[in-house]
Protein backbone atom coordinates (compact mmCIF):
# COMPACT_ATOMS: atom_id res chain seq x y z
CA UNK A 1 0.00 0.00 0.00
CA UNK A 2 1.15 3.76 -0.74
CA UNK A 3 2.41 5.65 2.50
CA UNK A 4 0.35 8.72 2.74
CA UNK A 5 1.75 10.09 6.06
CA UNK A 6 5.25 9.23 7.11
CA UNK A 7 6.84 10.64 10.83
CA UNK A 8 10.49 10.27 11.30
CA UNK A 9 11.97 10.78 14.21
CA UNK A 10 10.09 13.49 15.47
CA UNK A 11 11.02 15.82 18.40
CA UNK A 12 9.85 19.13 20.02
CA UNK A 13 10.38 20.46 23.06
CA UNK A 14 9.45 23.49 25.21
CA UNK A 15 12.26 24.90 27.05
CA UNK A 16 13.67 21.69 28.71
CA UNK A 17 10.35 19.75 28.05
CA UNK A 18 10.05 16.97 25.76
CA UNK A 19 6.84 16.98 24.82
CA UNK A 20 7.65 14.93 21.84
CA UNK A 21 10.43 12.51 21.67
CA UNK A 22 11.45 10.50 18.85
CA UNK A 23 8.33 9.33 17.31
CA UNK A 24 8.51 7.69 14.28
CA UNK A 25 5.11 6.00 12.55
CA UNK A 26 3.97 5.74 9.04
CA UNK A 27 0.22 5.51 7.59
CA UNK A 28 -0.50 4.23 4.45
CA UNK A 29 -3.40 5.26 2.11
CA UNK A 30 -6.98 4.46 3.24
CA UNK A 31 -6.29 3.55 6.68
CA UNK A 32 -7.63 4.92 9.64
CA UNK A 33 -5.24 5.30 11.91
CA UNK A 34 -5.74 6.13 15.95
CA UNK A 35 -3.46 8.50 17.86
CA UNK A 36 -3.93 7.95 21.56
CA UNK A 37 -2.64 8.91 25.02
CA UNK A 38 -3.35 10.28 28.08
CA UNK A 39 -3.84 14.24 28.80
CA UNK A 40 -0.24 15.67 28.10
CA UNK A 41 1.01 12.77 26.29
CA UNK A 42 1.85 14.91 23.08
CA UNK A 43 -1.01 13.94 20.59
CA UNK A 44 -1.75 17.56 20.25
CA UNK A 45 1.62 19.06 19.77
CA UNK A 46 2.53 16.17 17.29
CA UNK A 47 -1.30 16.98 15.16
CA UNK A 48 -0.21 20.88 15.66
CA UNK A 49 3.43 19.79 13.81
CA UNK A 50 1.54 17.59 10.91
CA UNK A 51 -0.63 20.17 9.99
CA UNK A 52 2.47 23.12 9.98
CA UNK A 53 1.41 24.92 12.87
CA UNK A 54 4.22 24.07 14.89
CA UNK A 55 7.67 23.27 13.67
CA UNK A 56 9.45 20.48 15.09
CA UNK A 57 12.69 20.87 16.77
CA UNK A 58 14.14 17.78 14.51
CA UNK A 59 12.97 15.17 12.76
CA UNK A 60 10.85 15.06 9.40
CA UNK A 61 7.04 14.75 8.35
CA UNK A 62 6.18 13.39 4.82
CA UNK A 63 2.73 13.87 2.79
CA UNK A 64 1.87 12.43 -0.05
CA UNK A 65 5.03 12.09 -0.90
CA UNK A 66 6.69 15.94 -0.12
CA UNK A 67 8.34 16.76 2.56
CA UNK A 68 6.74 19.45 5.11
CA UNK A 69 9.81 21.55 5.74
CA UNK A 70 10.98 21.65 2.16
CA UNK A 71 6.81 21.90 0.20
CA UNK A 72 5.01 22.91 3.05
CA UNK A 73 2.28 24.29 0.71
CA UNK A 74 2.31 21.10 -1.45
CA UNK A 75 1.50 19.03 2.27
CA UNK A 76 -0.66 21.79 3.39
CA UNK A 77 -3.00 21.41 0.10
CA UNK A 78 -3.08 17.68 0.83
CA UNK A 79 -3.97 17.88 4.55
CA UNK A 80 -7.54 18.57 5.96
CA UNK A 81 -6.75 19.54 9.63
CA UNK A 82 -10.05 19.84 11.90
CA UNK A 83 -8.91 20.97 15.41
CA UNK A 84 -10.40 20.55 18.85
CA UNK A 85 -11.36 23.62 19.38
CA UNK A 86 -13.17 25.14 15.80
CA UNK A 87 -11.89 28.41 15.38
CA UNK A 88 -13.92 30.45 12.82
CA UNK A 89 -14.31 34.07 11.58
CA UNK A 90 -17.88 34.88 13.57
CA UNK A 91 -18.81 37.70 11.33
CA UNK A 92 -18.81 35.59 8.45
CA UNK A 93 -21.45 33.13 7.37
CA UNK A 94 -21.90 29.77 7.19
CA UNK A 95 -22.07 30.21 3.60
CA UNK A 96 -19.58 32.28 3.56
CA UNK A 97 -16.62 30.83 5.40
CA UNK A 98 -17.36 27.94 3.13
CA UNK A 99 -16.61 30.00 0.25
CA UNK A 100 -13.44 31.45 1.91
CA UNK A 101 -11.90 28.10 2.65
CA UNK A 102 -12.74 26.63 -0.97
CA UNK A 103 -11.54 29.95 -2.14
CA UNK A 104 -8.06 28.73 -0.25
CA UNK A 105 -7.72 25.32 -1.95
CA UNK A 106 -8.57 26.79 -5.55
CA UNK A 107 -11.72 24.47 -5.37
CA UNK A 108 -13.90 24.79 -8.96
CA UNK A 109 -17.50 26.17 -8.11
CA UNK A 110 -18.91 23.72 -9.48
CA UNK A 111 -17.75 20.82 -7.01
CA UNK A 112 -17.84 23.39 -4.33
CA UNK A 113 -21.60 23.88 -5.04
CA UNK A 114 -22.02 20.05 -5.23
CA UNK A 115 -20.04 19.36 -1.73
CA UNK A 116 -20.94 21.99 0.38
CA UNK A 117 -25.03 21.21 -0.77
CA UNK A 118 -24.04 17.96 0.44
CA UNK A 119 -22.30 18.06 3.85
CA UNK A 120 -25.03 20.99 5.01
CA UNK A 121 -27.49 18.91 3.86
CA UNK A 122 -26.25 15.46 5.66
CA UNK A 123 -25.34 18.18 8.96
CA UNK A 124 -28.87 19.85 9.34
CA UNK A 125 -27.22 23.58 8.73
CA UNK A 126 -29.33 24.51 5.56
CA UNK A 127 -31.39 26.62 7.82
CA UNK A 128 -28.18 28.49 8.78
CA UNK A 129 -25.66 28.88 6.09
CA UNK A 130 -26.29 32.71 5.41
CA UNK A 131 -26.45 32.93 9.64
CA UNK A 132 -23.30 35.00 11.10
CA UNK A 133 -21.32 32.23 12.48
CA UNK A 134 -21.36 34.29 16.36
CA UNK A 135 -25.26 32.68 16.22
CA UNK A 136 -23.50 29.31 15.91
CA UNK A 137 -23.40 26.78 19.39
CA UNK A 138 -20.31 24.88 19.92
CA UNK A 139 -21.69 21.80 17.75
CA UNK A 140 -22.96 23.51 14.97
CA UNK A 141 -19.54 25.24 14.35
CA UNK A 142 -17.91 21.60 14.50
CA UNK A 143 -20.08 20.53 12.06
CA UNK A 144 -19.21 23.61 10.00
CA UNK A 145 -15.69 23.10 10.16
CA UNK A 146 -16.22 19.17 9.29
CA UNK A 147 -18.24 20.60 6.57
CA UNK A 148 -15.17 22.78 5.25
CA UNK A 149 -12.98 20.04 5.17
CA UNK A 150 -15.07 17.28 4.01
CA UNK A 151 -16.20 19.26 0.96
CA UNK A 152 -12.13 19.32 -0.03
CA UNK A 153 -11.53 16.30 -0.65
CA UNK A 154 -8.56 15.60 0.59
CA UNK A 155 -6.15 12.63 0.31
CA UNK A 156 -5.53 13.47 4.15
CA UNK A 157 -7.45 14.44 7.19
CA UNK A 158 -5.82 14.72 10.50
CA UNK A 159 -8.43 15.18 13.18
CA UNK A 160 -8.68 15.91 16.51
CA UNK A 161 -11.86 15.30 18.82
CA UNK A 162 -13.94 15.16 16.54
CA UNK A 163 -17.21 14.13 17.93
CA UNK A 164 -16.74 17.07 20.89
CA UNK A 165 -20.24 18.64 21.04
CA UNK A 166 -21.67 16.69 18.35
CA UNK A 167 -25.36 15.77 18.75
CA UNK A 168 -25.93 12.07 18.42
CA UNK A 169 -27.26 11.68 14.92
CA UNK A 170 -24.35 14.02 13.88
CA UNK A 171 -21.55 11.77 15.64
CA UNK A 172 -22.99 8.57 13.66
CA UNK A 173 -22.85 10.56 10.46
CA UNK A 174 -19.42 11.16 11.19
CA UNK A 175 -18.61 7.85 11.89
CA UNK A 176 -19.84 6.57 8.35
CA UNK A 177 -18.32 9.19 6.76
CA UNK A 178 -14.83 8.52 8.17
CA UNK A 179 -15.59 4.66 6.88
CA UNK A 180 -16.74 6.09 3.87
CA UNK A 181 -13.37 8.14 2.98
CA UNK A 182 -11.78 5.28 3.90
CA UNK A 183 -13.09 2.66 1.36
CA UNK A 184 -12.34 5.55 -1.20
CA UNK A 185 -8.47 5.91 -0.20
CA UNK A 186 -8.60 8.66 1.82
CA UNK A 187 -6.23 8.63 5.19
CA UNK A 188 -7.34 9.54 8.44
CA UNK A 189 -5.15 10.16 11.02
CA UNK A 190 -7.54 10.51 14.26
CA UNK A 191 -6.77 11.38 18.08
CA UNK A 192 -10.01 10.75 20.19
CA UNK A 193 -9.96 10.19 24.58
CA UNK A 194 -13.71 7.86 22.92
CA UNK A 195 -12.11 5.06 23.21
CA UNK A 196 -15.15 3.22 21.81
CA UNK A 197 -15.08 5.22 18.39
CA UNK A 198 -11.61 4.21 18.13
CA UNK A 199 -11.87 0.71 18.95
CA UNK A 200 -14.91 0.77 16.30
CA UNK A 201 -13.23 3.13 13.46
CA UNK A 202 -9.55 2.20 13.39
CA UNK A 203 -7.54 0.33 11.37
CA UNK A 204 -4.02 0.82 13.67
CA UNK A 205 -3.50 2.50 16.79
CA UNK A 206 -0.82 3.88 18.55
CA UNK A 207 -0.47 4.49 21.98
CA UNK A 208 1.79 7.60 22.99
CA UNK A 209 3.03 8.59 27.05
CA UNK A 210 4.95 11.26 28.10
CA UNK A 211 5.71 11.93 24.48
CA UNK A 212 6.91 8.53 23.28
CA UNK A 213 5.50 5.71 21.20
CA UNK A 214 4.56 3.18 23.34
CA UNK A 215 3.15 0.55 21.19
CA UNK A 216 1.55 0.95 17.59
CA UNK A 217 -0.53 -2.09 15.73
CA UNK A 218 -3.66 -3.63 15.01
CA UNK A 219 -6.09 -4.39 18.00
CA UNK A 220 -4.73 -7.98 18.15
CA UNK A 221 -1.43 -6.16 18.46
CA UNK A 222 -2.23 -4.09 22.07
CA UNK A 223 -4.66 -7.09 23.14
CA UNK A 224 -0.88 -9.38 23.04
CA UNK A 225 1.12 -7.05 24.00
CA UNK A 226 -1.21 -6.23 26.93
CA UNK A 227 -1.59 -10.02 27.55
CA UNK A 228 -4.98 -9.58 27.67
CA UNK A 229 -6.46 -11.32 24.21
CA UNK A 230 -10.86 -10.73 25.39
CA UNK A 231 -10.48 -8.00 26.42
CA UNK A 232 -11.10 -4.48 24.95
CA UNK A 233 -9.58 -0.85 24.01
CA UNK A 234 -10.52 0.48 27.05
CA UNK A 235 -8.75 -2.31 29.21
CA UNK A 236 -5.76 -2.42 26.97
CA UNK A 237 -5.24 1.37 27.15
CA UNK A 238 -5.14 1.49 31.13
CA UNK A 239 -3.00 -1.34 31.09
CA UNK A 240 -0.35 0.27 28.53
CA UNK A 241 -0.25 2.96 30.03
CA UNK A 242 0.41 2.14 33.31
CA UNK A 243 -3.20 3.60 34.78
CA UNK A 244 -4.71 0.38 35.72
CA UNK A 245 -4.71 0.87 39.65
CA UNK A 246 -7.02 3.28 38.85
CA UNK A 247 -9.48 -0.01 38.71
CA UNK A 248 -9.02 -0.20 42.56
CA UNK A 249 -9.95 3.19 43.02
CA UNK A 250 -13.12 2.73 40.82
CA UNK A 251 -13.90 -0.33 42.79
CA UNK A 252 -13.61 0.80 46.08
CA UNK A 253 -15.84 4.08 44.86
CA UNK A 254 -18.58 0.76 43.90
CA UNK A 255 -17.94 -0.65 47.49
CA UNK A 256 -19.28 2.42 49.27
Partial sequence: MESILKIENLNKNFGTFAAVDD???????????????????????????????????????????NILSENPLACKSDTGYIPDRPWLFE?????????????????????FLTNSTHYLGLFDLQDWQHHLIEGYSHGMRQKLIMTSVMMLDQPL????????????????????LFKQKAAQGTTIFLSTHSLEIAEELCDKIAIITNGKLHIMGT?????????????DLEEIFLQLTGAWEMQSVIQALKEQ
Fill in 23 to 65: ISLEVQAGEIFGFLGPNGAGKTTTIKMLAGLLLPDSGRITING
Fill in 91 to 111: KLTGMEYLQFVASLYTLPEET
Fill in 157 to 176: LIIDEPMVGLDPKAARIVKE
Fill in 219 to 231: MDTLRKKAGKEDS
